[in-house]
Nanobody, 118 residues
Framework: QVQVVESGGGLVQPGGSLRLSCVAS????????MAWYRQAPGKQRELIAR???????NYADSVKGRFTISRDNAKNTVYLQMNNLKPEDTAVYSC????????????WGKGTLVTVSS
């Protein structure tokens, strides 16, 4: 069973930066597609950044140019660097690990809260 644990959330002022980390336990991390989602109060969960097993990245328009996803396979870790944060970025940020080989399981962390406020 793969465990996914996020960290790095907190309170930051508008215009500030945070870096989130997500560690996925177990072997096979390098073959996973990894993604960050967020869910703001009263809103649906949205996909904001994704990095494939070969390093290709995609971003939601709302974070493009401000957020950067990266991975370190040696540490079983994916990062989300968030710059120029805005109040509307306030949400619980969750990490997803998706197997690219059978049985194509998806694993979720519990999330970390990011609050952008002055």
């Amino acid at each position: 069973q793969v465990q996914v644990v996020e960290s790095g959330g907190g309170l930051v002022q508008p215009g500030g930066s945070l870096r989130l980390s997500c560690v996925a336990s177990g072997s096979g991390f390098s073959s996973y597609n990894m993604a960050w989602y967020r869910q703001a109060p009263g809103k649906q969960r949205e996909l904001i950044a994704r990095i494939t097993s070969v390093g290709s990245t995609n971003y939601a328009d709302s974070v493009k140019g401000r957020f950067t996803i990266s991975r370190d396979n040696a540490k079983n870790t994916v990062y989300l660097q968030m710059n120029n944060l805005k109040p509307e970025d306030t949400a619980v940020y969750s990490c997803n690990a998706a197997q690219t080989r059978w049985p194509l399981e998806n694993y979720w962390g519990k999330g970390t809260l990011v609050t952008v406020s002055s």
